[in-house]
Structure formats: C-alpha cells, structure tokens
C-alpha cells in the first residue's frame, strides 16, 4: 500500500489521514478498494481509535465510503459524479486561476516548464503515476499563487477525489494504442497554456485552462463508463503497462 510512518508532530489520526489520502491519490488504493483497518495501523504504527477517526475524516470527503458490517473503501465515482466533480471545479478554478495568475512569476513559469518534461518523461515511461503527479504539480504552481486560501482548499479536495481516476485512465491510454494520441494531446495544451502565460496573455491561459478542464472532464467520464468491476483492483496487484 505504499503507507510509511513519519516523525512530523501531528497527531496520531493526521497522519493516518494523510497517508491514506497520498495512497489514494496516487491509486495504490484504487476505487472500490476494501481498506484494511488493522493492517493499515500497524504500518502506520498507531493504534485502530485515531485511524477510525481518520477514515470518518476521509469519508466526509468524499475519498472513502462506509458500509455497514462491512467497513471503509475507497469511494467509486459513477459517471455522473465526475460530471458533477468537474462542474464545481470549473466554478472554483476558474476564479482561483483568476486570482492566481496576475501573481504568477518567472520562478513559477519555469517550474511550470520543469513540470513538463517530467510528464514528458513519464509519458515516454508509460509511467501513470509519475504523469499524475506532474500533471498536479504543473496546476498547482498556478493555484498555489491564489491569496485566498479556502478556494485552495476546497480544490484541492476535488482534485483528490478524482486522482484515483486519472490513473487508472493513463494506464488504459498505455493499454489501447488507439487512445495514446490522448497524452499527446495533454502535453501540447500544458504548453501551450504556459506559452500564454509566459507571453502574459492572460486572457488566452484562461480560455485555454477551461478548454483544458472540460476535456478532462468529457475523457474521465467516458472512462468511467467504461469501467468493469474489475478494473478497480488495487494497483499494487496490477501490473504496470
């Protein structure tokens, strides 16, 4: 599960909380995934109280869902959920980019560029956690410039709940030749949006960040609807195409 213990002084029960929530994210806990509750506090080094209250943490985020007699598991999103996700998204983004953008500088455009190549890379890698993670870190160069921090917040939470997803939709783009033209075609609107950004062109990186926005949107809910039971198995018993 990729779960490590850390030294930070947090409590007990934001750690476990935080450790799920990167597991997560990253897909080594996919959709529909049962959590298992002793196991996981033993890596984690704490006890089951503090990791029960992180579960409820994360349920009230919509990450895991409980089922009675049964426990937690990581929360699956049906179609129209990615829908509703992307629609509140499209509300919030919008003005944190609004706000985040005028505040952006040359530290943050070549971070942008450095972001990138990474993805770059992780393309040519087949590797879909490492282009998720570039791909997040690439948005929130920009959203991390935004003054006003609950807009942050409440983004960051949507962007969790549906990470697990883009995961899963990089490791079918690697499996169906037919679909890989789609990576290619998220690499060339990043720079072209950073192209806008670095000739401040302001107005073109926000148009271009919306087009962006909903055609991740339409991909993930086709993605969705594609999906068999099956493809929700945890990543770590699935092996990397």
């Not at 006003?148 to 409440?154: A, T």
Request: hydrophobic share 40%; aromatic share 6%; net charge neutral.
């Amino acid at each position: 599960m990729g779960l490590q213990q850390t030294n930070l002084p947090r409590t007990a029960e934001a750690i476990a909380a935080s450790e799920l929530r990167a597991a997560i994210v990253r897909g080594d806990l996919a959709p529909g995934a049962k959590i298992p509750q002793e196991l996981t506090a033993q890596q984690l080094g704490i006890s089951l109280i503090p990791l029960r209250e992180a579960l409820k943490t994360l349920s009230s985020e919509g990450l895991v869902t409980y089922e009675p007699q049964r426990g937690y598991f990581v929360t699956e999103l049906p179609g129209e959920s990615i829908e509703q996700i992307y629609a509140v998204r499209s509300l919030l983004e919008s003005e944190t980019e609004r706000l985040a953008v005028p505040l952006l500088g040359s530290a943050q455009l070549e971070a942008m560029r450095a972001h990138l190549r990474t993805q770059e890379r992780a393309m040519e890698d087949l590797d879909a956690v490492a282009m998720i993670a570039a791909n997040r870190s690439l948005h929130f160069t920009i959203f991390e410039r935004c003054e006003n921090p609950w807009l942050v917040r409440f983004v960051t939470q949507l962007w969790d709940s549906v990470e697990p997803y883009r995961v899963l939709f990089y490791r079918r783009i690697w499996l169906d030749g037919n679909e890989r033209p789609i990576a290619n075609d998220v690499l060339a609107e990043h720079d072209r949006i950073i192209a806008a950004l670095e000739r401040g062109r302001t107005d073109r990186a926000l148009r271009l960040l919306e087009q962006h926005r909903r055609g991740s949107a339409a991909s993930l809910k086709v993605l969705v609807g594609r999906l068999p039971a099956s493809s929700y198995a945890p990543a770590r018993q699935r092996s990397r195409s």
